[in-house]
């Protein structure tokens, strides 16, 4: 009964690579994250999704490309994959309406690209 | 840059001693909220306050907030081992987006 969950939990690939990381909740938000945490704890948000719709992209090389295929799930998907793009990625998700906006926050995937 | 800051970025202390950590925010806020991130996993809601409110108590959790001076303060008392973590203060200035702080790492020795 995880709320938010992503696997892989470890991603070790080579530079240069395409990869995956797949992010799904259960919580019936309508509202899912993208965030980096980079080796100093920095937590950065990339993207954010409502209803299947981008509406905050920061300044993201565009060989990031999240998908949403539908409320539940955002995927991150990253092209030619650069020494720094190492770092741990978290899915997170909220519910829009809410004056708070408290967000629950997957298990993070750490990427190791050599 | 918009990301906040926070202090002591690292502190460590007695079990059952107090912890308070600082975090400064640089623009108006809805709210503030502080998550705590254990080694190895995502951040977890400990508590948030609205721009309005100036003080918050949530079990060994206190929080201010100081709007005039955009800083913050979590205190965790009578601390325990298990409260060793890191923990991060976010800002939320609308728009969906949450700018989180540098983190302060705590330390509860046993």
């Known amino acids: 009964d995880t709320a938010v969950s992503q696997t892989p939990k470890y991603l070790v690939t080579q530079m240069g690579n395409d990869k995956s990381i797949k992010c799904e909740q259960n919580?019936?938000?309508?509202?899912m994250y993208w965030y980096k945490q980079d080796s100093k704890k920095f937590l950065k948000i990339m993207f954010s999704?409502?209803?299947?719709?981008?509406?905050i992209n920061e300044t993201v090389p565009n060989r990031f490309s999240p998908k949403s295929p539908d409320k539940a799930h955002l995927n991150l998907h990253i092209n030619s994959l650069e020494l720094g793009d190492s770092a741990v990625y978290f899915c997170?998700?909220?519910?829009?309406?809410?004056?708070?906006?408290?967000?629950?926050f997957g298990p993070g995937t750490r990427l190791t690209v050599l | 840059s918009q990301q906040g800051e926070e202090d002591p970025q690292a502190l460590s202390i007695q079990e059952g001693e107090n912890a308070t950590m600082n975090c400064s925010y640089k623009?108006?806020?809805?709210?503030l909220q502080w998550y705590r991130q254990n080694s190895g996993r995502g951040l977890v809601h400990l508590i948030l306050?609205?721009?309005?409110?100036r003080e918050k108590h949530s079990g060994r959790l206190r929080v201010t907030l100081d709007t005039s001076k955009k800083s913050s303060s979590l205190l965790i008392t009578a601390s325990r081992a298990a409260d060793t973590a890191s923990y991060f203060c976010?800002?939320?200035?609308?728009?969906?987006?949450?700018?989180f702080g540098s983190g302060t790492r705590l330390l509860v020795r046993p």
């Open positions: 919580l019936g938000h309508d509202t």
């Open positions: 999704y409502n209803n299947k719709e981008l509406i």
């Open positions: 976010a800002t939320d200035q609308g728009s969906y987006k949450l700018i």
């Open positions: 306050i609205r721009s309005n409110e």
């Open positions: 623009t108006s806020i809805n709210n």
């Open positions: 997170a998700s909220s519910q829009e309406g809410q004056r708070n906006n408290e967000q629950f």
